[in-house]
């Protein structure tokens, strides 16, 4: 069965330190994978996705994520956080065929503090 | 710009009283889904629908019903509202023709029940 586990559910950082937040996932086929980031009373933002290809994702906001198959991971990073940062933090996986279905890992809470 | 809306972005209602929360969306997908998140956790797909056709979770309380008239439109009705049906309910869209499995999330419907 396909499972997505996010190390942490509680990640402090201080402001322009390096954010890192981890994801790994089960899976016997390729996945699609999508970090999103979600702020308080909010929708779910993507922040980046992998499907094929360069396996060093960039998104938006200075994130970047780099998908490594021998280590079924997909951690997240960003060089500085900035205050604005603060926020929950999904990783999540789907495969082609069927319909899609995400499937989420716990979520990280990322706190950046002054 | 092209997007998922959802309508009210605060609701509260009474334990018992049917509600109903609304999505609607400009981008013309063709999957439509809804999650409930409760605090603290993942959001947890309840059903979704393909053009017209419906598919619900297999642990989707006979409480949360769906509909959807038309493209744009989905709908999720809660006939009975519990307590503990209080929590953010999402919509997403996508795409079955898009290349990356992504999906689309409206800012949410945040559900109070009292």
């Known amino acids: 069965a396909q499972s997505v586990t996010q190390l942490g559910s509680h990640v402090s950082v201080s402001e322009g330190a390096l954010v890192l937040l981890r994801c790994n996932y089960s899976s016997s086929v390729p996945p699609y994978l999508f970090w999103y980031v979600q702020y308080p009373n909010q929708g779910l933002q993507l922040l980046l996705k992998y499907t094929t290809g360069a396996t060093l994702v960039k998104g938006i906001n200075g994130f970047e994520a780099e998908f490594k198959k021998s280590e079924t991971s997909f951690h997240l990073t960003k060089p500085s956080a900035h205050m604005s940062d603060a926020a929950e933090y999904f990783c999540a996986v789907s495969f082609s065929g069927g319909y899609n279905k995400l499937i989420f890992g716990a979520g990280t809470r990322l706190a950046v503090h002054p | 710009d092209a997007m998922v809306i959802q309508n009210p972005r605060y609701q509260v209602t009474q334990f018992g009283k049917p509600v109903t929360l609304s999505c609607s969306q400009t981008?013309?997908?063709?999957?439509m889904y809804w999650y409930q998140q409760k605090s603290s956790q993942a959001p947890k797909l309840l059903f979704h629908y393909y053009d017209k056709d419906f598919n619900n979770e297999a642990d989707t309380p006979d409480n949360f019903q769906s509909r959807r008239p038309n493209t744009s439109f989905c709908f999720l009705d809660i006939r009975s509202p519990g307590l503990g049906d209080a929590a953010m309910y999402l919509c997403?869209?996508?795409?079955?023709?898009?290349?990356?499995?992504?999906?689309?999330f409206g800012p949410g419907t945040r559900l109070t029940v009292l």
């Open positions: 997403a869209t996508r795409d079955v023709g898009g290349q990356y499995n992504e999906q689309f």
């Open positions: 981008l013309n997908h063709n999957v």
